[in-house]
């Protein structure tokens, strides 16, 4: 075989092939002999070419071309309507809820494309283990989602060529065998039997990899393989050793037999679960399945004992259409479970591994026929309770929670807990428990049950908490939440699929068994934990555990049972000793709850606050909270509702402030509960908590009757009424739409959702940076219910929100008054009834002695002003005496009893009334009540009594640890008060008004709806009213007690204003109280600790130094000194120069320099989109590459020059710092020590991009430069801004005639300084401290380029960008119509005025002769001045930019007068002029140009007309040479702009439009540049553009001042050059001295002379309307530079191409990899946009901006149909673009506002 390696393996293969045709068995003996040779694991050391064995393997396969030609042609003979797609972790795929019949289903993109899901409601996902296709699979989805490619779409193809797969088929065949060998001998070294994860070598893996491509042909191949893989024939001869499976060398036959001890032993040894006692029936199936019979069971065998191998899942699932397949692969993954939760509890990577086992098993268990079959047949369901019972009985430990507890609960800290190792066994539990036939039989099946109670009951009290009471808890428990987790998922989520399978009365038989197990397990836990008969003092106050899912499963499936399924509640067959017992725990929990709100576990750390939160979040509370408070709702069926009142009361520990004595400060340590009871402060919030939880239990009906639209009315009025919301958050704070795998469950309730929503509430369309919101409608808030909104939200201040804005709707109705304050408006409860007569019981607690004695307590405290009873607390108090009246039966039915029985309460709670009716206790006056002294009590702290509280006699204390009920001295309390006593003045007291109260004439019947404006006065008016309708009797009490009442005096008329003065009062005197006495406890403890006396004096506050801005409207103030500077300097250049104290003076504006490549994004057409993935490359013409070119080819012609003035070109401005500044003045010398401070700062909060920059001291935005601002030099003349006098040719005539004398000037000075100074030493501006300034500033500019640019540009190209900068903020065009609207509240102005002070200070000091020559020859050149030929060297004239000789002038003879800067201005418009016409000359034709020189040629010769269009564009063809014109030098070097030329014949009109275009530009910038040198400093005002419908280019000639003799609006452009000499002679002196250049280079000429570019503004790259699209287009592409599938695909909205986005690019850091091919986002932001670029992330859907060392994002582009982001797409519905957003990303882009409007930067540390 050797032979075979020498020559290429396409050759050696095709030998083989012709051979194997010839003969096919020496040809298959040759093949055998080399697959031998290479896939042996026994000559895996000895095959150096092993690492081709795939390509071995493709090219023997292949009979085409090609291996893709092969499989190409196979699978025209597919017949399977299933499409089997087999995907892997983070791949996108789709699902269709409306076509789906399981949870799990989903299908891959193309099968999604191809299928018809218009108007579906459906989403994308990132899969996060893996799955396949269910395309064409009914049991899944419904066949109408089906695409064209399969399900009943498939087409049968004709019959297959017998000789197609006969070499294939032997191949594969020695493949399978190959994979088999390989599995055995990766199991060799086994001796101990443990379990792990193997990686199957590349050589191998590769190989089935190829034969996977080949399964994916489709069936032909499959059916193949299963008959291969299903042959028990087959495998017995394999095994012994009858064939080999072509195997043909003798050493790999003695292998093959070897193996068969490696497979032996390693089943041998190979831990399982144990098997229960009570499972033992099933001990002779696993004993039976556990032998191999064929390949597949074997296959399945290895996949559990290797932990399930990458390459063995996907080889497996990819033969998984075949049905044949399916079924045994199934029941061999069933058999070989018990091998699975050992190797979990052991596992390393348990995530990992969790993931690949769901990754094979949803594919088994989402079918329903399938997963009931393998429950009957293969006891699935035993197998899932056994491996769960196993898991868990590895974590258990002991309880402990006292004494006599002997529980044993689950250790959370547990590596099966820590590692939630359980969740991959739960999820197929779920997967099969969903299928509603495996659900019956699940809970058929008593054995099966018990053992999952057992379970249950593991879970239940795990993870406990005990109360500190004496020292803070070291550190906080970071697994707050794990115990949430793990009992929503592993014992919530079977809940839900369970009940879904029993929604009527048919199932209700299983529904009573699963009761009647839960009560026995309960009743077993309680024994367990050592709670008997008194559960109320038997379960530890001070240790509470959130977990009890056994009670809750009692709870819930009770709720299905009695709600859906017609069960009694009187057939559970409770008794109230049982009933106390279920509910002693729930309520434990529930008061718990209330301790922690109250602050009473502060001690514990914010873990036991997290743990409170969780219990009552909307993902945990439906099978919490919920579940809790109904097993409290369903006990009150059975226990004496007096008893069930005292212990809630008990519970809370508050049942002592129920007397009505003077508020008792401890309960002695007699007491049970005495030991963490509530401090003193906190009583009257326990209290409160105690009348919420009893509100709770009758008010809270969500369990109690109601149907599926009144429960989501609730929920959506509770959340609403908070805050308002988007749509995502509103669903998914409702619980019954989220219920973990409740599939039906989620349905029953999505489909009325939006109905509730839509008749609720109304949508608040968002703008462009907000998103949609949902609010109440007014009609909605009178289904508001406080009750139901305390017990479902988290916050206080939430429940604060709601009554907030419920009194705003009380406003918006005009149901109040306008001076009406939201404190008089009580909480408006609603009228609490029980409608549904199977909770009739549940009346018993409100028509109760015990609570009514308790409400009389209640307005007895509050009515006396006792600290003890908050507004909160009476309210409560008054809804349940409402609703007490309304559930009252007949006085003829009164229900009397003892009148010494106390239910449980202390006997100093007084048990008032000997009836349980409220109809009548509510008139029975209560002359004396008989106090127990049982209580210490410390009557020296008592409140000071006020108004009747003089009636209270003292009550002496009692001694410590006196047994309750013992015998006490006893004294009388006078009280004579009855409920409606003290309603009527409560009433009265709230009234504020003179009248007294009175009933009406007609008492109303309808009391099913709150009161209208729910105060004080009218919920007591309420009550009275309803007392007296119910019965005649309270009627004439009311009458008759009404005179002796207002004769009291106790509710003197006062004023509503007075009522509210003397309650605020009340209350901050109470407030005060508890404030003092709080400081004086922590003063005391802290004295204690530390034994210091101290004295501090407090440091005096400074005053403000206000703000940056002053009303000295002509000075600036900074903001770190606050002193005040003139706006000019005013010094001399002689005094400037040499001064020492102008540096103190100097003052800066605080900018930001960054480095932008905005100026070059600049193209002709701003249509851009998304270049699509493997599209040939398109070179874009945009503003920076042309000018790169035309710079390169004048840096060819002037190598001497580049970079120099003198070459006429801002070289590089397209890429020149963008500098903004927020408008903040400094000191340059505070500015200065305001730098070494930040960086020497730690903390970063000053600091950004690694020290560089710093926050503005005032406004604390980005800044990292300052640019000084009042340096600027007063003008020599007194002309200012403003126009002389005279006429306008007289000031032109001027202000040529003072530049040419300050040239005069300018040169004899720096001859005399030439003179007396060394060239080397003339530094004669080092002690100019202005010039310092300057320097410094624009090398702080200068610095943040030098990181990016490839320096290239100098202080000229800073100023023309800045300009350019400004033109495009305003729009591109000095026009309002262009203008750019405000789309950021952040605001930040182009410093153009002063930076041009800077550069010109600088240019201007740093001028030399040289330089002043060349100017000076400018000007004359431009002038006429010069008659002589210019050195040949230089740049002539005609090749300059005309607005770069303009800055230059400027710059040099800094400062100049406006006449001087007009006159400028005209000189050089003419140059442009002249430019204009040359261009338009390059566009003609040569019949044109005869034309147009004909119509000249009398002009020229007789009247020369410089104002006639015909004249001097006849002059410029005329002076081009002919070579310019050459049609090979223009079509080679020129494209004519599309949207410039669309004609073929030139107009004069056409050709003086071209011209003005060609101009205008200029006169944009040079209107700018005026602007900002002579506009005030500092000042608001902005440039005066043209106003809509006039000419924009006439209103700069007039802004500009040339418009002199012309008084039309009509005119051409050639009108406004002003000549200072001759215009032909001038016009020839240009052309003479570029002619030789023209000649010379034609086409270098024609680029500079010919070529023009009209860009339009700087746009971002056009997206999509529909997101869908683009992320199809670009989810799935492969990296053209690294090569490697991109992650996170992002494309660039600059430039439209796609970015490896923190892929394998980014990895290659290199210098030789950062070239123009690498992809990473750092390198193109480098390359693309200069270090700042614009990306949208694809998969996320969000726009990150990557800006130098920084990175962040910004936000998202597209909503959904509800106007809601969903960034990373985690919802998956379809996105909308919002084109607001874009405008407001785009407005970021073009005036550089991303620092500022974005805040989460972070580093991206080259890794993007």
Not at 42 to 47: D, F, G, K, L, M
Not at 814 to 833: A, C, D, F, H, M
Not at 1732 to 1756: F, P, Q, Y
Request: one cysteine or more; charged letters at 25%; glycine letters at 4%.
């Amino acid at each position: 075989m050797a032979y075979l390696h020498k020559e290429p393996i396409e050759s050696s293969a095709a030998t083989l092939k012709s051979l194997f045709q010839r003969d096919p068995a020496s040809g298959r003996f040759q093949i055998g002999e080399l697959l031998d040779l290479m896939m042996e694991p026994s000559h895996q050391e000895s095959v150096d070419r092993r690492e081709n064995l795939a390509e071995w393997v493709k090219a023997l396969f292949t009979t085409e071309k090609s291996f893709e030609q092969f499989c190409a042609k196979v699978s025209t003979y597919d017949r399977s309507r299933l499409c089997g797609c087999v995907w892997t972790k983070d791949f996108m795929a789709y699902r269709c809820k409306t076509c789906a019949s399981s949870p799990c289903m989903s299908i891959c993109a193309a099968c999604f494309e191809g299928g018809d899901h218009a108007g579906h409601e459906y989403s994308i996902f990132r899969s996060e283990a893996g799955g396949a296709c269910d395309c064409g699979d009914e049991s899944v989805m419904s066949r109408e989602g089906f695409c064209r490619r399969h399900g009943l779409n498939k087409v049968v193809t004709d019959k297959v060529p017998d000789d197609l797969l006969t070499l294939p088929k032997f191949i594969m065949e020695r493949a399978v065998v190959m994979l088999l060998h390989n599995l055995r001998f990766m199991a060799k070294a086994d001796v101990v039997g443990a379990l792990f994860f193997v990686r199957i070598p590349d050589p191998v893996s590769e190989t089935i990899d190829v034969l996977i491509e080949v399964i994916k042909c489709g069936s032909l191949v499959r059916s193949w393989l299963a008959d291969l893989l299903l042959s028990e024939d087959y495998y017995e001869s394999l095994n012994t050793n009858k064939h080999y499976g072509g195997i043909m060398t003798e050493s790999a036959k003695k292998f093959h037999s070897a193996s068969l001890e490696y497979l032996r032993v390693s089943k041998k040894k190979l831990p399982k679960c144990p098997v229960p006692e009570e499972m033992l029936y099933i001990m002779d199936f696993f004993e039976s399945n556990l032998v191999c019979k064929n390949l597949l069971q074997e296959f399945t065998f290895w996949l559990c004992r290797f932990q399930f191998p990458k390459t063995l899942i996907l080889f497996l699932l990819n033969i998984l259409p075949d049905e044949r397949i399916k079924l045994q692969l199934s029941k061999a993954f069933v058999h070989q479970y018990i091998y699975i939760p050992p190797s979990l509890v052991e596992a390393l990577e348990v995530e990992e591994y969790s993931n690949r086992i769901v990754h094979m098993s949803v594919q088994l268990f989402s079918n329903a026929e399938l997963a009931f079959l393998l429950s009957k047949e293969d006891h699935l369901l035993e197998i899932f309770v056994m491996a769960l019972d196993f898991m868990v009985t590895k974590t258990l430990v002991d309880s402990k929670t006292s004494e006599s507890d002997f529980h044993q609960v689950v250790h959370m800290s547990g590596s099966g807990m820590l590692n939630n190792a359980y969740w991959a066994v739960v999820s197929d539990f779920i997967n099969c428990l969903g299928h509603r036939d495996v659900a019956e039989l699940f809970l058929s099946n008593e054995v099966v049950l018990r053992i999952w109670m057992r379970v249950l009951t593991c879970f239940s009290a795990m993870d406990h908490v005990t109360r500190h009471i004496d020292f803070h808890v070291e550190y906080d428990h970071e697994n707050a939440l794990l115990g949430f987790y793990t009992e929503r998922e592993a014992c919530a989520g079977p809940l839900w699929v369970m009940l879904d399978a029993l929604p009527d009365s048919r199932t209700v038989s299983l529904s009573r068994k699963v009761l009647e197990l839960c009560v026995t397990s309960i009743v077993e836990l309680l024994d367990a934990l050592g709670v008997g008969d008194n559960p109320e003092w038997e379960i530890p106050f001070n240790v509470v555990s959130f977990h009890y899912p056994i009670h809750r499963y009692f709870a819930l499936f009770a709720s299905n049972a009695i709600s859906r399924q017609g069960m009694k509640i009187q057939d559970m067959q409770l008794d109230e000793r049982l009933a106390r017992r279920l509910m002693a725990h729930p309520l434990r929990v529930i008061c718990s709850m209330h301790e922690v709100l109250c602050q009473m576990w502060v001690r514990n750390g914010a873990s036991i606050a997290t743990r409170q939160l969780a219990y009552r979040q909307s993902l945990f509370c439906g099978f919490f909270l919920d579940a809790d408070l109904f097993i409290l709702q369903l006990c009150a069926n059975f226990i004496n509702p007096n008893s069930f009142v005292s212990s809630i009361f008990l519970r809370c520990r508050v049942a002592h402030c129920l007397v009505l004595s003077n508020e008792p400060k401890q309960l002695t340590l007699g007491h049970v509960g005495a030991v963490g009871q509530p401090e003193e402060e906190k009583l009257n919030k326990m209290l409160e908590s105690a009348f919420s939880i009893l509100i709770s239990v009758v008010g809270v009906r969500t369990h109690l009757g109601m149907s599926d639209k009144e429960i989501l009315e609730s929920e959506v009025v509770a959340i609403l009424g908070t805050s308002k919301l988007t749509h995502s958050n509103l669903t998914g704070r409702i619980p019954q739409c989220h219920d973990m795998h409740a599939c039906e469950k989620v349905k029953r309730f999505a489909v009325p959702l939006m109905t509730v929503i839509d008749e609720l509430a109304y949508k608040i369309e968002g703008d462009a940076m907000t998103q949609t919101l949902y609010d109440l409608k007014d009609e909605s808030w009178e289904k508001y219910d406080p009750a139901f909104t305390r017990h479902r939200v988290l916050y206080k201040y939430q429940v604060q929100r709601a009554h907030t804005n419920y009194f705003k709707y009380l406003q918006r109705t005009n149901k109040v008054s306008s001076g009406t304050l939201e404190s008089n408006i009580w909480t408006p409860y609603l009228p609490i009834r029980i409608r549904d007569p199977r909770f009739a019981h549940l009346n018993g607690i409100l028509n109760c002695r015990a609570l009514h004695s308790v409400i009389f307590v209640v307005l007895y405290k509050y009515l006396h002003e006792h600290g003890i009873v908050t507004e909160q607390c009476l309210t409560i108090s008054l809804a349940l005496l409402e609703a007490a009246l309304c559930a009252s039966s007949d006085e003829e039915d009164l229900n009397s009893g003892s009148e010494t029985d106390n239910f449980g309460f202390p006997l100093s709670v007084p048990m008032l009334y000997d009836c349980d009716n409220m109809t009548r206790n509510i008139r029975i006056t209560i002359t004396q009540i008989q106090v127990h002294n049982e209580y210490s009590c410390d009557t020296d702290d008592a409140d000071e009594p006020m108004e009747d509280e003089s009636m209270e006699t003292s009550i002496p204390p009692t001694n410590v640890g006196s047994p309750i009920g013992g015998a006490t001295p006893e004294q009388y309390l006078g009280v004579n008060e009855s409920i409606v006593s003290m309603l009527i003045k409560l009433h009265e007291r709230y009234l504020g008004a003179s009248e007294k109260f009175s009933l009406p004439a007609e008492l109303p019947r309808d009391f099913e709806r709150r009161v209208d404006v729910p105060n004080g006065a009218n919920v007591t008016k309420q009550i009275l009213m309803l007392a007296a309708v119910r019965s005649s009797e309270n009627l004439d009490a009311i009458t008759a007690m009404r005179p002796r009442v207002g004769n009291n005096g106790d509710s003197a008329s006062v004023s509503e204003r007075d009522a509210e003065r003397m309650r605020r009062r009340l209350k901050a005197r109470e407030m005060q109280k508890r404030l003092l006495q709080d400081f004086a406890k922590k003063q005391r403890e802290f004295l204690e600790q530390v034994d210091l006396d101290l004295d501090l004096d407090l440091p005096e506050t400074s005053n403000d130094r206000g703000n940056a801005d002053t009303s000295d409207e002509d000075k600036y103030r900074c903001v770190i000194c606050s002193s005040l500077e003139p706006k000019y300097l005013n010094v001399t250049p002689s005094v400037d120069k040499y001064s020492i104290n102008t540096r103190s003076k100097i003052m800066c504006l605080i900018g930001l320099a960054q480095t932008s490549a905005l100026l070059g994004h600049r193209m002709e057409s701003d249509d851009r989109k998304p270049v699509p993935p493997g599209a040939a490359p398109v070179e874009v013409k945009n503003c920076r590459r042309v000018n790169e070119k035309i710079w390169d080819s004048l840096r060819l012609q002037f190598p001497t020059q580049y970079d120099n003035p003198s070459i006429g070109h801002c070289m590089g401005w397209e890429l020149a710092p963008h500098v903004s500044t927020c408008g903040h003045h400094v000191h340059a010398t505070c500015f200065e020590e305001y730098v070494k401070w930040v960086r020497r700062d730690t903390t970063g909060y000053l600091r950004f991009e690694g020290g560089v920059g710093f926050m503005c001291p005032l406004c604390r935005q980005t800044s990292n430069v300052a640019v000084p601002c009042n340096i600027a030099r007063v003008a020599r003349d007194d002309s200012g801004s403003e126009m002389s006098s005279g006429r306008r040719d007289d000031c032109f005539n001027r202000g040529i005639s003072a530049i040419k004398r300050n040239i005069l000037r300018k040169r004899e000075t720096l001859t005399t300084l030439s003179a007396l100074l060394n060239p080397e030493d003339a530094n004669y501006g080092q002690h100019d401290e202005v010039f310092k300034a300057c320097l410094k500033s624009l090398d702080g500019i200068h610095s943040e380029r030098a990181a990016m640019a490839d320096g290239r540009t100098n202080i000229r190209s800073l100023l023309r960008g800045q300009l350019e900068y400004g033109l495009c903020k305003l729009g591109g065009a000095l026009c309002d119509s262009a203008k750019l609207p405000a789309l950021s509240p952040v605001k930040r102005n182009l410093p153009i005025g002063p930076m041009f002070h800077v550069v010109a200070k600088v240019v201007s000091t740093k001028t030399t002769l040289s330089h002043c020559r060349y100017v000076d020859s400018i000007l004359d050149c431009l002038t006429g001045g010069a008659l002589h030929p210019m050195d040949s060297v230089s740049c002539p004239v005609l090749f300059k930019d005309p607005f770069t000789m303009l800055l230059e002038i400027c710059l040099s003879f800094y400062p100049l007068a406006i006449e001087e800067y007009r006159a400028a201005t005209r000189v050089v418009y003419n140059l442009c002029l002249i430019r204009a016409l040359i261009h338009v000359c390059c566009k003609f034709s040569s019949d044109e140009r005869s034309a147009w020189k004909a119509k000249a040629s009398r002009a020229l010769e007789n009247n020369y007309d410089a104002s006639n269009l015909n004249c001097l564009l006849g002059h410029v063809i005329t002076r081009l040479p002919d070579c310019i014109y050459d049609g090979n030098v223009a079509g080679a070097s020129a494209v004519s702009s599309p949207e410039l030329f669309t004609s073929t014949v030139w107009t004069k009109q056409s050709v003086e439009n071209t011209v003005t275009e060609f101009c205008l530009h200029y006169m944009r910038l040079a209107s700018l540049l005026q602007f900002h040198i002579f506009q005030k400093p500092d000042s608001a005002q902005e440039f005066p553009c043209a106003g809509d419908g006039k000419n924009e280019f006439l209103h700069l000639v007039e802004y500009l001042g040339m418009d002199s003799d012309v008084a039309t609006e009509d005119l051409s452009p050639v009108v406004f050059a002003k000549w200072v000499r001759s215009p032909k002679t001038i016009i020839d002196l240009w052309f003479h001295r570029t002619l030789r250049f023209i000649t010379g280079d034609p086409a270098f000429s024609y680029n500079i002379l010919g070529e023009h570019y009209l860009w339009s503004q700087p746009a971002l790259v056009t997206l999509p309307e529909d997101y869908t699209g683009l992320f199809a287009a670009f989810r799935d592409i492969v990296c053209a530079s690294c090569k490697e599938p991109i992650r996170e695909p992002c494309v660039c909205l600059l430039c439209g191409e796609y970015v490896c986005y923190a892929g394998a690019c980014a990895e290659r850091r290199g210098p030789e990899n950062r070239g123009p091919d690498n992809r990473s986002a750092v390198a193109h932001a480098k390359r693309c946009g200069n270090g700042t670029v614009v990306l949208l992330h694809v998969n996320r859907t969000t726009i990150v901006v990557v800006r130098g060392e920084r990175s962040c994002e910004w936000g998202t582009l597209y909503l959904d149909d509800y106007g809601e982001e969903d960034r990373g797409w985690r919802r998956g519905r379809p996105l909308l673009l919002r084109k607001q957003r874009v405008a407001i990303l785009h407005y970021h882009w073009i005036n550089h506002l991303f620092d500022s409007a974005c805040r989460d930067w972070r580093k991206h540390r080259n890794l993007l």
